[in-house]
């Protein structure tokens, strides 16, 4: 009986995407409590770039499979308490193993893929959807009426946020460097646009809020940005830090948060349901829900072959594609 391979895309370095190649090995066995997913598509995630360096604050032993989230189909459960059956359709999360034919997982890395989306949507939904959902619903507590500021709106995370804040009722201002990107957010629902670059968006956010100030402000950019958005929050505002795309922290000065009575707040929405499986179910539930409501979808920026992983890799390095990346998978 021939023995049956799986295609991985391991890491076998810390220095870059060149270090990532193929390799063919045989599928293992599963273990009690395991299922195998035949993986269709798998989408990238900034921490995918940061972990072919080690700069990633999880930090896996070499030699790894790149990976944080995709979309497949079950096909063989060791796990008869599984609310999955063989030919479910699923959404793929954890820290790595998406870019690959097959992955194994335990049933809390998997949640049934909401049925508005088709493989290579759903492979790029859970990371970002699930980080706008814990920011703004679980940490942010964002309410209709308010009025939400995104940075980084053409960003995988800051597309989700636009789209989700509009779906729960929001006013959404979306800030980001360049007119493509912005485009972007303008298509997920934005009511205002701000391109940075050109504008200075605390004045900008002045403007537009008569001087108000926003009640949340989604951050994923970090550095100057974090810093430049206390200048624009409301009173008793929430500033959701989600993390750090320009490369630095910004610093938190205080004096200018206690002036506004407002909350920064650290976000990883990984980690929430990680540490509370039962609040990252409920979450993932939700999220499910409002996206089959109200049509929520990713912003496909590009595909790529699994032979191109590096490929895609060096262009998110060099933000070279406007919106997610997403790595179908030839089965």
């Known amino acids: 009986m021939t023995e049956k391979l799986a295609t991985y895309a391991l890491c076998r370095a810390l220095n870059g995407p060149g270090a990532v190649t193929l390799e063919q090995r045989p599928v293992p066995s599963l273990e009690p409590g395991q299922l195998r997913i035949r993986m269709k598509a798998a989408a990238l ?16 032993t070499l030699p790894f499979v790149l990976g944080m989230e995709g979309a497949g189909v079950v096909e063989e459960t060791m796990d008869p308490a599984a609310p ?45 959807f699930l980080t706008a959902y814990v920011s703004l619903v679980e940490r942010g507590g964002l309410r209709a009426g308010e009025t939400l500021l995104v940075l980084g709106a053409g960003g995988g995370v800051g597309q989700a946020t636009v ?24 298509a997920s629902g934005a009511d205002y646009l701000i391109n940075y670059h050109r504008e200075n968006f605390p004045t900008r956010v002045q403007e537009i809020t008569k001087g ?52 920064v707040i650290g ?23 409002i996206a089959e409501e109200k049509g929520l979808k990713p912003i496909i920026g590009e595909s790529w072959p ?12 060099r933000r070279a594609v406007t919106g997610k990346q997403v790595v179908l998978i030839d089965n």
């Open 267 to 289: 976000v990883r929405a990984g980690e929430f349901g990680r540490r509370d499986p039962d609040a990252g179910q409920r979450a993932s539930a939700a999220l499910r829900r």
């Open 163 to 186: 789209t989700l804040g509009k779906a729960l009722g929001a006013t959404v201002i979306a800030a980001a460097s360049s007119d493509e990107k912005l485009a972007i957010a303008k």
């Open 84 to 128: 999955f059956k063989v030919g479910d359709a699923v959404l793929y999360k954890s820290k790595t193993g998406a870019f690959a034919s097959h992955a194994t997982a335990t049933a809390n890395q998997l949640d049934p893929m909401p049925t508005n989306l088709a493989f290579e949507e759903a492979a790029a939904f859970s990371v970002t």
């Open 306 to 317: 699994l032979d191109k992983i590096a490929d895609a890799l060096y262009a998110m390095e």
């Open 45 to 60: 995630n900034f921490p995918d770039l940061l972990m072919t360096y080690g700069k990633y604050q999880f930090k896996p």
């Open 212 to 263: 108000r100030g926003v009640d949340v402000i989604l951050d994923p950019v970090g550095g100057k940005f974090f810093e430049q958005s206390l200048e624009c929050i409301a009173w008793a505002g929430r500033l959701l830090v989600a993390g750090f795309a320009s490369g630095e922290f910004g610093v938190l000065k205080t004096d200018l948060a206690m002036a506004r009575g407002c909350s």
